[in-house]
């Protein structure tokens, strides 16, 4: 009566062994280790640069236990901080500016569960210490910036065309483009209808001129908004890779905020630097017609902005060129003059516009502004001589070697769409965090034998039975966050702990609905079926209702009540295994092979 097929046994063993290996890694814990990444995009992390780093560790008389590629990077791994740290330090002055050294954690973890892909979990920020920033991006600012690069593309898509035009200017969030005859703005309309379909136009007789009105229609808009928190985080996540942060978290959150947690960083001043910087380039040309006057305010259609030795300087509103059209940015010296400097590759698109620019202004200025927190200064403004093909530009002009490499780094790591400023910033100890790990675990393994403590006395080899399958949805829900490469947190944590009371109540249940059954005179074999099959009804509602709740905490939270939802989720899928599948096989193999079965020990 009470017996499963022996491929339900194998299933349930098939799985528990699957559970116990994948859990395995947990166990082992991490090593320091220093994380080799290379910085230029024409060099590659490979065998070559793992012997070399082999080669520097072994001269400085260090002995990693490991040295091993990853992905584009090399790792090594080491037995104590000291070592990582000798180690950080010799492989930064040996391996020079082309390559980034950062700290790191390994886990120690065989190398036969690594080749299962067995890994384990990830530790959040309040467990492994590390830093967390929230950041709030400009929407205004990326608007005018989409505002002013199409004022630009106006005037080259009627040049193309060669019609006539009085001039392209904004009013506010409009665009008016001002014409000289009625003909001429009927065919300028249909050209920017034509290339521009996120604008909306109105035609308008005024003062004599025949003017054109293109509005930004509101899809087109958000679409903006949109583009530029993507092109952020894309950014965000590119400034991280080169700081060689392992297991990062950047999320948005909210229409216009983005979260950056970066665990188990120990340079934090330097993380706060690189991501709360803003830098940006633009490429315009210098007014010349008008004379900058400090205090007062900039002629229209021009900037004011002030150079590296603090003169004031009249530059144009247009934007020939911004930092998107940057495919790599490398940090060096000027041969002329040896002063630091760095040394740009623009794409196809942005050398055809600088090779247009500078064959169209020889003989005048252009300025070289670099953005940083929404702040312009004009890093140089040389006088173009001839045409600049090939898109190779350097910049130059009064900053040293570490400014010349971090601006390098932020560059090459790509352009915000929008500035953003750091409006939270809370830092974690890795020694707090390891306290955090100690109370956590305390605390489950705790609760876990007070639980075993009640069940045994209370229900006796059926609660006993109840504590193995406990044992087994806790080892099977551990498996499953390892293998998804979930990021455990302190309110994860205290998922797992209400996961367990969870699971023993559908136990509860199966022993309440035996003993009531033993009580009505049934013999001890129908009970333990009709005990099974009657609370499975009850079992599933009450784990329904809770998966619901789940789901919405994951579906409308975020950051760590995310964490804490997919814990009681994947929770409720486990304990519905074990306490019904698992306590129900070991309930069988101990009596279900009783033909003749007097009595059972549930109290």
Not at 57 to 65: C, N, R, T, V, Y
Not at 168 to 186: E, I, S
Not at 308 to 331: F, S, W, Y
Not at 460 to 488: C, H, K, R
Request: hydrophobic residues 45%; aromatic residues 6%.
């Amino acid at each position: 009566m009470n017996r499963y097929p022996l491929w339900k046994y194998l299933l349930i063993l098939a799985v528990l062994l699957a559970g116990l290996i994948y859990t395995l890694p947990n166990f082992y814990g991490e090593s320091p280790a220093v994380q080799v990444q290379p910085l230029r995009a024409s060099l590659k992390a490979d065998e070559a640069l793992q012997a070399r780093i082999e080669g520097i560790l072994k001269d400085a008389g260090l002995h990693p236990e490991v040295v091993a590629l990853d992905g584009n990077s090399v790792k090594a791994r080491f037995a104590g901080t000291d070592e990582q740290l000798k180690a950080k330090d010799v492989l930064v002055a040996q391996l020079g500016d082309d390559y980034m050294a950062a700290l790191n954690l390994l886990s120690r973890s065989p190398q036969w569960l690594t080749d299962l892909h067995a890994l384990p979990m990830y530790l959040g920020l309040d467990l492994r210490g590390g830093v967390h920033f929230l950041l709030q991006v400009d929407m205004k600012a990326a608007l005018d910036k989409a505002l002013e690069a199409a004022t630009g593309d106006i005037r080259s898509a009627l040049r193309e065309q060669n019609l006539a035009y009085a001039g392209v200017t904004r009013d506010g969030n409009d665009l008016v483009v001002r014409f000289r005859d009625a003909d001429a703005r009927a065919k300028g309309e249909a050209e920017i209808k034509q290339r521009f379909a996120d604008y909306a136009l109105v035609d308008k007789d005024e003062g004599g001129e025949f003017l054109l009105r293109a509005t930004l229609k509101p899809e087109a808009e958000r679409r903006i908004q949109d583009s530029a928190i993507q092109q952020n985080l894309l950014t965000l996540r590119n400034r991280v890779n080169e700081l060689g942060v392992a297991e990062p978290v950047i999320q948005q959150q909210g229409a216009d905020r983005v979260v950056v947690q970066l665990p188990g960083v120990q340079d934090t001043a330097r993380a706060k630097d690189i991501l709360g910087r803003t830098a940006t380039l633009e490429v315009r040309m210098v007014d010349e017609e008008h004379q900058a006057v400090p205090g007062a305010a900039a002629p229209f259609g021009t900037d004011m902005f002030k150079d590296r030795e603090g003169r004031m300087l009249l530059v144009k509103k247009q934007v020939i060129l911004t930092g998107e059209r940057i495919n790599d940015a490398q940090p060096g010296f000027d041969n002329r003059t040896n002063e630091a400097a760095v040394h740009i590759n623009l794409d196809s698109v942005g050398a055809r516009k600088f090779k247009e620019a500078t064959r169209e202004n020889v003989g005048k200025r252009m300025a070289i502004i670099l953005f940083e927190k929404g702040r312009g200064e004009v890093v140089t403004a040389p006088v173009i001589r001839e045409e600049i093909g090939g898109g190779r530009v350097q910049i130059s002009g009064q900053m040293n070697t570490v400014e010349a490499q971090d601006t390098a780094l932020l560059l090459r790591a790509g352009a915000l769409a929008a500035p953003m400023e750091i409006v939270e910033e809370r830092t974690v100890g890795p020694s707090l965090g390891a306290e955090n790990i100690t109370r956590g675990f305390d605390s489950t393994k705790i609760g876990f034998m007070m639980i075993a403590v009640f069940m045994v006395a209370y229900y006796l080899m059926f609660g006993t039975i109840s504590v193995l399958a406990l044992g087994a949805n806790l080892l099977l829900l551990v498996a499953l966050l390892s293998m998804l490469q979930a990021t455990l947190t302190l309110p994860g944590m205290a998922g797992i702990a209400l996961t367990l009371g969870m699971a023993i109540d559908a136990n509860v249940l199966i022993n309440e609905r035996i003993r009531e059954e033993l009580r009505n005179g049934v013999t001890p074999q129908a009970a333990i079926h009709a005990g099974y099959d009657r609370a499975w009804g009850t079992i599933l509602d009450s784990n329904v209702t809770t998966l619901i709740a789940g789901v919405a905490l994951f579906m409308f939270g975020s950051g760590p009540i995310k964490g804490f939802a997919v814990v009681l989720c994947l929770g409720i899928l486990t304990s519905m295994f074990s306490a019904i599948l698992v306590s129900r096989a070991l309930v069988n193999i101990i009596y279900g092979r009783k033909a003749r079965l007097n009595k059972v020990a549930i109290g």
